[in-house]
């Protein structure tokens, strides 16, 4: 009987210092030197990439945003069929994108609706959008619903309505969509982008100092 209880209490400390030695080991230390090292290589990436502008934290470089005027580039869509919306009106605390078919009525009908929009929107004196001229990424949304980024192309689209409205002309407009569009990463991963964030901050700033 005493062997017994002495084992089973041995056993219990024994289970018991394994228990503190790794609570230490991977809920204190580890997580500090990993928190430590990402600090110290890439500090920007391990705070959240968080974008400031005139010292002021406006967002992240990895979550889009809605909201913006017809004066500033737009972001990709962020809602259209209602309670099963094309993705999540940006709210973080749902991701994700509709399961629906491509040919599924409700999702075309989204799609048409969109282009119809973004021709009327683009098209000013001078220069009118093309149905065909609509690249993909304006008229649908992301997998993540989040999506920070457009394509050059429907950057490039929305250049003459945005240099009309902020009193700019279109080669300044375009060259500042040039200065913002980032390369497959490597060379050959991905497509080329522009991050609508970045890219409204320093259309901000240009049209200011105009």
Known sequence: MNNSVTNTARLLWAGLRALLVLTVVTGVLYPLAVTGVAQALFPGRANGSEITSHGKVVGSSLIGQQGY??????????????????????????????????????????????????????????????????????????????????????????????????GLSVARVERLVKQHTQGRALGFVGEPQVNVLELNIALRDLAAAR
Do not use: C, M, W
């Open 69 to 166: 005027t017809l004066k500033y580039f737009q972001p990709r869509p962020a809602a259209g069929l209602g309670a099963n919306s094309v993705n999540t009106r940006y709210k973080l605390i749902l991701s994700g994108a509709t399961n629906l078919a491509a040919d599924n009525p409700k999702l075309v009908k989204a799609v048409e609706d969109a282009r119809a929009k973004v021709v009327k929107d683009n098209s000013v004196p001078g220069y009118t959008v093309r149905p065909a001229q609509v690249p993909a990424d304006a008229v649908t949304s992301s997998g993540s619903g989040l999506d920070p980024a457009i394509s050059p192309a429907y950057a490039e689209l929305q250049v003459h309505r945005v240099a009309e409205r902020n």
